[in-house]
């Protein structure tokens, strides 16, 4: 049987500095761009051996860098199972991370971890960002490292020991509760939001120009005289066919990059956690347990609720740390799957009886404080530049989207859980116990005081819930018994 010694402070695995190199080498490239596309676009015949010289520059920059990051990195866990990350070049950093507050270690292979036989290992806990405590390991070194720190959650009168591999007398009770078929996964690649990767797209290739304009004004002048002068030699239909092309350009990269996420996607139950397995080149997999969600979401756009496609999130603690890309999101295919996926937590409100709305004031107070000043900036753009009157149709999305906000916005409640329902042109729903409540806020503006409305913030420790412009009485009431039930049952 392998073992490891966790208590004496090491460094990473050598191959680890293979990794270690090509994320110093990613880096560099992108602080670089800029400058390299000034070599690229520069006249040929006085660039000499510049782009040579920099070739080789560049990847040798990193490997300095990275060798020097990998014999300056360091962890160990204490005798106070505490796990210490030292790192730093010329800022010497010390992590300390109580493996009591560790609420999930996360196990992560990218296509370069395959090839090596690597895996990063990160952790979360309330108060510290992954970015802070990743640690690249061997396969067999993260698992155990992840087995060993859930050995001492779960028995922590016990010594620590070096052996990170022991017997577990009972075996840990396990059942999956579904996997993700192939035809359900091009159904999501095909429903992704593609206005989303539109705008990304836009905003990318926008970018791109400027940063070719700062290298060569001759190569920007000539790509743009072309754009332009075909655009405005078939007018709205050169418009229509590049606004066209992009999209469809979009719609390829949201498909593919649902594929590369959720493909090999499954979940399983094991013990009080979930387990959470997803990814097809780079490999994520994520403990949530049980006892941490604070609330839980589901939520779907246009396309999604026409198929009955949503994607679930469990708000667990520790989850404002991390970003957007590193969270993993549940593909609910079915709804047949959400009382699974609830059990552990609280079931489903029946969606029959009153429940508590938004004030139709919204509307109109949204309409002036959003919608007015935003048609203003188009306006004042559009007087000098004629074409960016196509921004009005941002100005009637928003104008749609408050009004179903407000249309749709239900909020239903018994003694344990409130169900929330929302959403403009898609659909989101939230399940949230009255216990995980950490804090609350009753907002007032002017003008909802003199209508008698207020504002309700519900914070936990996996993120806040607004409830807006709903009537003082109620939200001084819904704020009174999130407090009574904060009070007196245990979080």
């Not at 989303?196 to 120009?209: R, V």
């Not at 006892?291 to 609720?305: C, D, E, F, G, V």
């Not at 309700?456 to 996996?462: F, N």
């Amino acid at each position: 049987m392998t073992t490891f010694n966790w208590d004496q402070p090491q460094r990473q695995p050598g191959k680890a500095l293979i990794y270690v190199f090509y994320k110093t080498l990613l880096t560099a490239i992108k602080i670089f761009i800029p400058f390299l596309l000034t070599i690229l676009f520069k006249d040929s015949k006085k660039q000499g051996n510049v782009w040579e010289y920099t070739a080789v520059f560049i990847p040798v920059l990193a490997l300095v860098v990275a060798v020097i990051s990998y014999r300056f990195f360091r962890f160990y866990i204490n005798e106070l199972k505490q796990l210490v990350v030292q790192k730093g070049i010329f800022t010497r950093k010390q992590v300390v991370l109580p493996l009591e507050r560790v609420q999930a270690v996360n196990v992560q292979q990218q296509w370069l971890h395959r090839l090596t036989n690597l895996a990063e290992v990160t952790f979360d806990s309330p108060g510290t960002s992954s970015e802070e405590v990743k640690i690249t390991l061997t396969l067999q070194q993260a698992n155990a490292l992840k087995e060993y720190i859930f050995l001492q959650k779960n028995n922590p009168e016990q010594p620590v020991v070096t052996a990170a591999e022991k017997v577990i007398p009972e075996p840990v009770k396990s059942y999956r509760l579904y996997d993700l078929d192939p035809l359900s996964l091009i159904r999501l690649g095909l429903t992704a939001n593609h206005i989303e990767t539109f705008l990304i797209t836009l905003t990318f290739g926008y970018s791109l120009l400027q940063n070719i304009k700062s290298a060569s004004d001759d190569y920007y002048n000539k790509s743009m005289d072309l754009v332009s002068g075909y655009m405005v030699y078939q007018s709205a239909l050169g418009v229509f066919l590049v606004v066209l092309l992009v999209l469809a350009l979009s719609v390829i990269i949201s498909f593919f990059r649902i594929v590369l996420k959720y493909a090999n996607f499954n979940i399983a139950a094991v013990g009080n956690r979930f387990q959470i397995r997803t990814g097809l080149i780079n490999t994520k997999e994520v403990l949530v347990p049980f006892s941490k969600i604070q609330y839980i979401s589901w939520r779907a756009n246009w396309l999604r609720t026409k198929t009955k496609l949503y994607v679930l999130q469990f708000h667990n603690i520790g989850q404002l740390q991390l970003k957007e890309a590193q969270k993993v999101l549940i593909p609910l295919t079915r709804l047949e799957f959400l009382p699974q996926l609830l059990a552990n937590y609280h079931p489903l409100l029946s969606a029959d009886g009153p429940a508590i709305r938004v004030h139709k004031s919204y509307i109109s107070r949204m309409y002036i404080l959003v919608l007015l000043p935003l048609l203003a900036v188009v306006l004042g753009i559009a007087w000098f530049y004629p074409f960016f009157y196509w921004g009005l149709l941002v100005v009637v999305y928003n104008a749609g989207s408050i009004y179903l906000f407000q249309q749709k916005f239900r909020m239903r409640f018994n003694e344990e859980v409130i169900h929330i329902q929302k959403g403009s042109y898609g659909s989101e729903d939230l399940l949230l116990l009255w216990h995980k409540i950490q804090t609350v806020t009753v907002q007032q503006s002017l003008y909802q005081r003199k209508a008698g409305l207020a504002s309700v913030k519900l914070g936990t420790a996996g993120g806040s819930v607004t409830i807006p412009y709903i009537p003082l009485e109620t939200a001084n009431q819904v704020a009174n018994f999130a407090l009574y039930k904060t009070a007196t049952e245990k979080w």
